[in-house]
């Protein structure tokens, strides 16, 4: 090690890097770490190293912070970089004095209400909130950004929340008589909805269920197949694709499908039902002539049916009697479907 000034000896000596328990005073508390000292070769005492000091320091209020689960400084600079504010303009929108976050990110330990502020900040939700209460603190020009800044954010988190669902969707899917023995096709269950509302010009939410599945079971009666590798479930109304609205929000969100409210007549009188219709073509090259006959065959067999109309029947067929409310409806009932495609 190097030679140092030891005020003991009075003198350059040899000095080396020892280690001793050492106890900081953190904010009135006690806070005992293992400290690096300089030692003098010659006396044996412990030489004052103002760099080293001031590390230590760091170290027992590193301590601290974890002992209260408080941010580090490093966490509380993401949280703000997130937002691409400066420490300032994150100091004014929280309300704070104007060098309080510089002071957290060099170091200084924060208020614990202060640590609160910042944990519900992170959450972008929350920040939108913040945001909305307190813009007229930041400078126009900041607030714009910070606001185009936080809606990203959000549209991510739809999207993540998105992905997850979808990945629920599909990991729970098995090629199996639940799937009609195909792995699970999304894109191919967007154009058989696409191709339906095509060739139908529009469809009630309540048929178009009913006609999916139709589809589907069809397909597997004559090829042992399903189409899409869809499950259904058992609803009181009729046969339903495992998370149908899910589907539908995304195909509403990618701007392929339209809702809009209309009336229908149902033999308790006039009742409002969503109507879908398709916005974009379906694409038919990921159907194979068989599917492509068996999709064309449902819609203009259900052509003029009515919803209730379409319910019925479904409420009829093997497959639907053989199970009960809310069970995944199995495709080795499809062979006794009512409809062939040969007849
Ligand atoms: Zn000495």
């Not at 813009?135 to 400078?139: E, G, H, I, Y």
């Not at 090829?223 to 899409?228: A, E, K, M, R």
């Not at 694409?283 to 194979?288: E, H, I, Q």
């Given at each position: 090690m190097s030679m140092v000034l030891c005020p003991n000896c009075e003198e350059y000596t040899e000095a080396t890097l020892g280690v001793e328990k050492e106890v900081y005073n953190v904010r009135g508390e006690p806070i005992e770490i293992e400290a690096e000292v300089v030692i003098c070769q010659k006396c044996g005492e412990k030489i004052f190293d103002e760099e080293r000091d001031s590390r230590n320091l760091e170290i027992a209020y590193d301590h601290y912070r974890e002992k209260h689960n408080l941010l580090s400084p490093d966490e509380i600079r993401t949280i703000r970089e997130k937002y691409g504010l400066s420490q300032r303009s994150l100091s004014r929108l929280l309300g704070w004095g104007e060098i309080t976050v510089h002071r957290y990110e060099s170091g200084a330990i924060q208020d614990n209400v202060h640590d609160s502020t910042l944990r519900l900040i992170e959450n972008s939700e929350n920040m939108q909130k913040f945001f909305e209460a307190k813009?007229?603190?930041?400078?126009p020009y900041t607030a714009t950004r910070l606001e185009k800044r936080i809606a990203d954010f959000l549209q991510e988190d739809i999207e993540q929340s998105f992905q997850v669902c979808f990945e629920r969707l599909v990991s729970h899917q098995h090629v199996d008589l639940t799937s009609g023995f195909k792995e699970y096709d999304l894109e191919k269950l967007k154009n058989m909805i696409l191709y339906l509302l095509k060739r139908l010009d529009g469809v009630l939410s309540v048929k178009l269920n009913k006609l999916l599945w139709y589809c589907d079971f069809l397909h597997f009666k004559e090829?042992?197949?399903?189409?899409?590798g869809t499950q259904y479930v058992r609803f009181q109304y009729g046969p339903v694709p495992n998370r149908y609205y899910f589907i539908i929000d995304i195909m509403q969100d990618e701007k392929l499908l339209d809702k809009s409210e209309i009336p229908f007549q149902t033999k308790d009188g006039t009742q409002q039902g969503e109507e879908f219709t398709a916005l974009v073509e379906p694409?038919?090259?990921?159907?194979?002539e068989k599917e492509i006959q068996v999709m064309d065959f449902i819609a203009d067999t259900f052509r003029n049916y009515t919803s209730t109309a379409i319910k019925e029947k479904s409420h009829q067929e093997t497959a639907y009697l053989k199970c009960k409310d809310r069970d995944i409806m199995s495709y080795e009932n499809a062979k006794e479907l009512s409809l062939s495609l040969t007849k």
């Open positions: 813009r007229n603190k930041l400078p090829t042992s197949v399903s189409i899409t694409d038919k090259s990921l159907f194979t």
